[in-house]
């Protein structure tokens, strides 16, 4: 029985041909019995979790770091995929800060010609796609009767200002314990999600890059999100085993090797970093 990261999506909001956008599973246990937790749902995210071996239908919930596009663009691919992939009614449960409920039901009335299409001509769908939000912002998460129950999760806030309310979550199973921290900088709600816990799942800008990039817009996201080493230093805090970096600005290659990257983490984290192309997994054993 295992706790599982696959990076899903690797990527940014700038779309690159070899990563989808930021996307991680954290899968945990084995056969009919796992439970999966999409964590962000970006670019492609169906694509590379269809090359997992697994489906919209397969997810136990979807978690929601915070609401900046390139971090949900294709929820809606997962909200309508999950309906009509499904021959009962198999609801959706969509975590999120406050803020997710009236994103989704504005993405379930863009939906609305589509819906009303596919009811309409399949004569055994008789109901609209099954979602339920649960806002959060710290504390443990209790999921709808019936779903998952394996996991304990729990989130706390991050610091993505101003991007606000932000979101980073936790996973606890049959002794291992992964923490999913979205963009953020180094904060407390974020130190207090990882004491204890085994690996972090952390996204990361190379700021000694973009520092260089003669362009106001690049240079604005400097102070929202952590560099390796600023990850590296909130792992190495809560003394953890594992560092998984993802969400690669800029992109390898172009941004050096992932050795280059490795190499920044490592100044302040002598734990295992793991760093990856899409569908790169990473298996957190229980503390011995
Ligand atoms: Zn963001
Ligand atoms: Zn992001």
């Not at 070899?18 to 599973?25: Q, V």
């Not at 309409?120 to 008789?126: I, K």
């Not at 991007?163 to 207090?192: K, N, Q």
Request: hydrophobic content about 40%; proline content about 7%; glycine content about 8%.
């Amino acid at each position: 029985m295992t706790l599982n990261v696959t990076l899903l999506g690797t990527g940014s909001p700038m779309p690159d041909p070899n990563r989808a956008g930021p996307s991680t599973l954290i899968s945990a246990g084995e056969g009919p019995e796992a439970e999966h937790y999409l964590v962000d749902a970006g670019r492609g995210v169906l694509m590379r979790l269809a090359a997992a071996g697994l489906g919209a239908p397969n997810l136990t919930a979807v978690l929601i770091t915070h609401l900046h596009s390139d971090h949900i663009t294709d929820l809606n691919d997962v909200i309508t995929t999950r309906w009509v992939m499904t021959f009962e009614k198999t609801p959706l449960t969509i975590i999120g800060p406050v803020g997710t409920q009236s994103v989704v039901d504005h993405l379930l009335a863009s939906l609305e010609p589509d819906i009303g299409y596919r009811i309409a001509h399949h004569e055994d769908l008789d109901h609209r796609p099954p979602v339920t939000v649960i806002e959060v912002s710290e504390g443990t998460i209790e999921l709808p009767d019936g779903q998952g129950g394996a996991v304990a999760i729990t989130c706390g806030e991050t610091d993505h200002k101003p991007v606000e309310p932000s979101v980073g979550f936790r996973f606890d199973f049959e002794g291992a314990s992964v923490v999913a921290a979205g963009d953020t900088v180094p904060c407390l709600g974020l130190d207090a999600l990882c004491a204890g816990a085994d690996a972090l799942v952390h996204t990361v800008i190379r700021k000694d890059i973009i520092a260089n990039v003669p362009f106001q817009r690049m240079q604005d996201t400097l102070d929202y999100h952590s560099s390796p080493e600023e990850a590296a230093q909130t792992a190495a805090k809560a003394d953890l085993a594992t560092l998984v970096l993802t969400h690669y600005v800029p992109a390898m290659p172009m941004s050096g090797t992932e050795d280059d990257w490795r190499d920044l983490a490592a100044q302040h984290f002598t734990g295992t970093i793991e760093i990856g192309d899409d569908l790169h997994r990473v298996v957190v054993p229980p503390r011995t």
